[in-house]
């Protein structure tokens, strides 16, 4: 079985709709694909009606969160995000966090043009909805905005600190979620946590080894080890933290389309760790392609 539990479409910021990924997770050869969309679960219909055979659909969701130190100020700390699988999308309490992260991210897109505008690149609101079209709006559609304008040469080199990366000249604070609080969610949703990607230093400061550890006290199923920003070194460190805290390792494409370079497929989760996934949740279940089985290792 081959196994891809992070991927994204125009729900949020990927470049394949919901019908289109799955699409092209069955092209792929995969078995098993999951769509995490940031904060939102509105691409799910779609992907399911649009199902090959032979495919069978995680659902779930990349919540936005913020570990901070205790006493910290707000807005300190640090941005992480938690994969959430096989929850109960209408679970009022997880849905009114989503929602509240969600309608944070328009003003706060609008507040980023202005930073960039005000530091002389002309960009306009216009061109980032475009760019967004139905998608929830994020960094990601801003820093596409500068790779059309020429600013930059890729998505990725907008996220430094001289333009949209924590911190950065251009950024601006959203609403964010305790991870504790996450976790509790997710659990009371029926559904399985994985931090995903924690060890991706290209991308900002990370959380703290101490931090995964209380983590995983409070409930948190696994981490996100096999993903293109983690190199073989930092895989090992994470699958032996993994080890020592008792959590699932997973692995993932964290596939966007053509935003980024990965590749459908291009890290997999261990069919036995799928396995106990799927055995955990009970908010949802994994849904067959038509005509199908759900595929349960």
Known sequence: MRIDLHCHSTA?????TPAGLVRAAGAAGL??????????????????????????????AELSCRWSEPGARPGDGISMHMLAYLFDPEEPALLAERELVRDDRVP??????????????DVTWEQVARIAGDGSVGRPHVATALVELGVVATVDEAFTQHWLADRGRA??????????EAIRL?????GVTV??????VKRGRTVPESAIAAMAEAGLDGIEVDHM?????TRARLRGLAAELGLLVTGSSDYHGTRKTCVLGENVTDPEVYGEIVRRAWGAFPVPGAGGTSAVA
Not at 108 to 121: D, P, Q
Not at 186 to 190: Q, R, W, Y
Not at 229 to 233: I, M, Q, S, T
């Open 108 to 121: 706060r897109a609008r507040a980023m043009v202005a930073r960039l505008r005000e530091a002389g690149v």
């Open 229 to 233: 920003d983690h190199d073989p070194a």
């Open 195 to 200: 931090f995903a990607h924690p060890g991706a």
């Open 171 to 180: 950024w601006v604070p959203k609403h964010e979620t305790d991870p504790f």
């Open 31 to 60: 078995d098993v694909v999951a769509l995490t969309d940031h904060d939102t679960t509105r691409g799910h219909a779609e992907a399911i009606a649009a199902l090959p055979e032979g495919l069978t659909l995680v659902t779930g």
């Open 12 to 16: 949020s910021d990927g470049t394949d």
């Open 186 to 190: 997710v659990k009371a949703a029926g």
